[in-house]
């Protein structure tokens, strides 16, 4: 009766929810640490933000917009780009989403026939492998090397390119890892889109959540291989729920028109995005604020302490993460190990101790033997979570 495009999808971070849910219910206290809202810990959107939103609803800014987005907020969207990445684009090759997760479905509806390709990380945040399967398409992971810190295989990704391959698409900060792509290793993803005339899509999500290193700007590297970049409101200004995301398109040569306007037709034909948390976004752009280096402070913190606690437990291997706010911690399953697989783990870890994470192998098949762990509750959650972790590993 239903399609195998519904029956076919998965997205481990929520599937896990379920039996969460079933622990809260038993009467255990539940960690999350299974989803990356900052806006459900201590992390709370910005007031001028919010009165923003609040006035646009109250002047009766309540209608529908421009499917495209509203002018003014597309206009300083490219005025932000241009500054911070160096680029020269104008409002027009800006499209507002509803969060780059519309965005990534319209790029990869976009791109992907039936049967052919897209090159992503492995491994990497799902909804990329549910939306290329979504349209008949076949996600093809490269591989981010665990023994190389995360860094992207640029030889496996190479020898992954074929004639089916339609984008490559690359996310730094990484979703699960934390790895921040080097400005070298972008370079040579951007010559081998070069070499074979393939677009490169860029998840930006977290540009502004790093740590030691610099963010580089995959457009900003790119004199003719065309780049659509995404991002939007919902970590850097805390805006989760608003649902506000962006899709800008670097493209030098005139390449990526005929997708462009495609992607403007998808856009009208689902009328907007959220109109007044539109407006709202115009005042966080036009007045940045000091929330985003607040959080990164904070966040580092936790990060630390969360690193420094898993590197002390037996049977656990951990790369520091760079960026974002996830650990990708590696579980030594070996023949004395009760659990077969990182599944079984979160699944017995929620039941017993209440600590609810990811298993890695809902990140694609690179993912697999590692679980995912949010480090953004406070320090005193997390001191009790590693204790529990602690315990629940002995
Ligand atoms: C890599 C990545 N891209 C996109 C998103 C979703 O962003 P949005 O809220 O703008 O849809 C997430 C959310 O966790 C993410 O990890």
């Not at 992954?160 to 698409?169: E, F, M, N, P, S």
Request: aromatic share 10%; net charge negative; glycine share 6%.
């Amino acid at each position: 009766m239903v399609s195998r495009r519904i029956t076919d999808l998965e997205y481990a971070i929520r599937d896990v929810a379920v039996v969460a849910n079933e622990v809260a219910k038993s009467g255990r206290k539940v960690y999350h640490l299974n989803i990356g809202d900052p806006v459900k810990y201590d992390f709370k959107t910005p007031k001028y933000i919010s009165q923003a939103l609040a006035n646009a609803t109250f002047k009766g800014q309540n209608f529908y917009v421009d499917s495209l987005g509203v002018y003014e907020l597309r206009e300083e969207i490219s005025k932000h780009e241009n500054h911070k990445n160096k680029l020269t684009i104008t409002a027009d090759d800006v499209l507002i989403t509803s969060g780059v997760t519309e965005g990534i479905l319209f790029v990869i509806a976009g791109l992907i026939e039936k049967n052919k390709e897209i090159l992503i990380p492995g491994p990497s945040y799902p909804v990329y492998i549910n939306y290329a399967k979504f349209f008949d398409g076949i996600p093809v992971e490269y591989e981010l090397d665990e023994s190389n810190d995360w860094d992207p295989n640029i030889d496996d990704l190479r020898k992954k390119v074929t004639d089916k391959t339609q984008a490559i698409l690359l996310a730094s900060p990484n979703n699960p890892t934390g790895v921040v792509y080097s400005s070298k290793k972008i370079k040579e993803i951007i010559d081998i889109a070069g070499e074979y005339d393939l677009p490169v899509i860029s998840d930006e999500i977290y540009d502004q959540i790093i740590y030691e290193k610099e963010f580089t700007c995959p457009a900003s590297l790119s004199k003719d291989v065309p780049i659509i970049g995404m991002n939007g409101f919902s970590k850097a200004h805390l805006a989760t729920g608003w649902r506000i995301g962006y899709l800008y398109y670097h493209d030098p040569e005139d390449k990526l028109n005929e997708l462009k306007e495609g992607l403007q037709k998808m856009a009208r034909a689902r009328l907007c995005a959220n109109s007044i948390a539109q407006f709202a976004a115009i005042e966080a752009l036009k007045n940045p604020g000091h929330h985003t280096d607040d959080m990164v402070k904070k966040l580092k913190e936790r990060r630390d302490y969360s690193y420094k606690r898993l590197r002390q437990i037996e049977g656990i291997s951990c790369i520091k993460p760079e960026g974002a706010f996830y650990l990708f911690p590696k579980i030594d399953f070996n023949e004395y190990t009760q659990w077969k697989n990182d599944k079984e783990f979160i699944i017995d870890l929620v039941r017993k101790t209440g600590i609810c994470g990811v298993y890695g192998s809902g990140f694609g098949n690179y993912g697999k033997d590692h679980i995912r762990l949010t480090f953004l509750p406070d320090l005193e959650i997390l001191e009790t979570v590693y204790n529990l972790l602690e315990d629940f590993l002995k």
